[in-house]
Nanobody, 122 residues
Framework: QVQLVESGGGLVQAGGSLRLSCAASGRTFSSSAMGWFRQAPGKEREFVTFITWNGVGTYYANSVKGRFTISRDNAKNTVYLQMNALRPEDTAVYFC???????????????WGQGTQVTVSS
């Protein structure tokens, strides 16, 4: 069993930055791809980014490419999402997820955190 706890969300002005963290428990973290997804009110949960188990591969949605950076520290069982140049359209609940057969797909992840709210004001 893997438990995921996100933190770092909040309210920020457009153009600002936030860093989200996702702390994981469980032995499978270091061998698991980790992803970040987000869900805005009235919309489906969407892919933001994922990172391979060893951190070598990182993949991003076009909407965040060049602004967001995913990283991980397997010694700390933590994955991070650095978000820069935030826009009002980035406002959503952000979820981290673990143990996937397809890093891009919501349905492919086995474990999910409870989410953290990110609100970007204009």
């Amino acid at each position: 069993q893997v438990q995921l706890v996100e933190s770092g969300g909040g309210l920020v002005q457009a153009g600002g930055s936030l860093r989200l963290s996702c702390a994981a428990s469980g032995r499978t973290f270091s061998s698991s791809a980790m992803g970040w997804f987000r869900q805005a009110p009235g919309k489906e949960r969407e892919f933001v980014t994922f990172i391979t188990w060893n951190g070598v591969g990182t993949y991003y949605a076009n909407s965040v490419k060049g602004r967001f950076t995913i990283s991980r520290d397997n010694a700390k069982n933590t994955v991070y999402l650095q978000m820069n140049a935030l826009r009002p359209e980035d406002t959503a609940v952000y979820f981290c997820a673990a143990d996937s057969t397809n890093g891009f797909s919501v349905r492919a992840y086995k474990y999910w955190g409870q989410g953290t709210q990110v609100t970007v004001s204009s």
